[in-house]
């Protein structure tokens, strides 16, 4: 049972250049999240999405895009990375049975935007 | 904004103490969850309390939910050297409207 799966693990970035993290789940939950960590912030959401076909906007959605075609994918693109982008990024699921359930967490994809 | 915030940011104590830290939320919740990570890590989830709940217990966790006054508190007693980590809370509001939110978190280093 993989978990939560994030790609890659580290990533350098020119300003200006695009990119997609890549996060899988095998759990069949309904809730995906991207939030971004920074020394000092704790975890802001960026997107977050309840099932295939809907997502929203969290606390800093600007400069991301996401899209959820599947239960099992919930990928994050940068379109234009900026020096502000540069952070530690997680993918996190969770079963929506009762609300919110236990979040199962991704590894972490730390990037670095130059 | 966030919605819950942790106090103290940082605690330092000696292993074997309890160690107890709090956190507090603007807006009724369904349900309000602990979380560990250490160092480089991904975060784990340590306990889920409902908003009818009034206390839990997991091992030697005890977390406590005062919705009058919308405050959460993780009590870890019998501290070891393997708790040193940062504790955060993270809440839903009610409605679920804004996702799983979190605070910035405590950082608790036991001394050995």
């Known amino acids: 049972n993989a978990g939560v799966t994030q790609t890659p693990k580290f990533q350098v970035l020119k300003t200006g250049q695009s990119m997609t993290l890549q996060c899988a789940q095998d759990?069949?939950?309904?809730?995906m999240s991207w939030y971004r960590q920074d020394p000092g912030m704790g975890l802001r959401l960026i997107h977050y999405?309840?099932?295939?076909?809907?997502?929203d906007q969290g606390e800093v959605p600007n400069g991301y895009n996401v899209s959820r075609s599947t239960t099992e994918d919930f990928p994050l693109r940068l379109l234009s990375a900026a020096p502000s982008q540069t952070s530690v990024y997680f993918c996190?699921?969770?079963?929506?049975?009762?609300?919110?359930?236990?979040?199962?967490f991704g590894s972490g994809t730390q990037l670095s935007v130059l | 904004s966030q919605q819950g915030e942790e106090d103290p940011q940082a605690l330092s104590i000696q292993e074997g103490e309890n160690a107890t830290m709090n956190c507090s939320y603007k807006?009724?919740?369904?349900?309000l969850q602990w979380y560990r990570q250490n160092s480089g890590r991904g975060l784990v989830h340590l306990i889920l309390?409902?908003?009818?709940?009034r206390e839990k217990h997991s091992g030697r966790l005890r977390v406590t939910l005062d919705t009058s006054k919308k405050s959460s508190s993780l009590l870890i007693t019998a501290s070891r050297a393997a708790d040193t980590a940062s504790y955060f809370c993270?809440?839903?509001?009610?409605?679920?409207?804004?996702?799983?939110?979190f605070g910035k978190g405590t950082h608790l280093i036991i001394q050995p």
């Open positions: 996190a699921s969770s079963s929506l049975t009762g609300g919110y359930e236990k979040l199962f």
């Open positions: 309390i409902r908003s009818n709940e």
């Open positions: 993270a809440t839903d509001l009610r409605g679920g409207a804004d996702g799983l939110t």
């Open positions: 807006t009724s919740i369904n349900n």
């Open positions: 999405s309840v099932g295939a076909g809907i997502t």
């Open positions: 759990m069949n939950h309904e809730y």
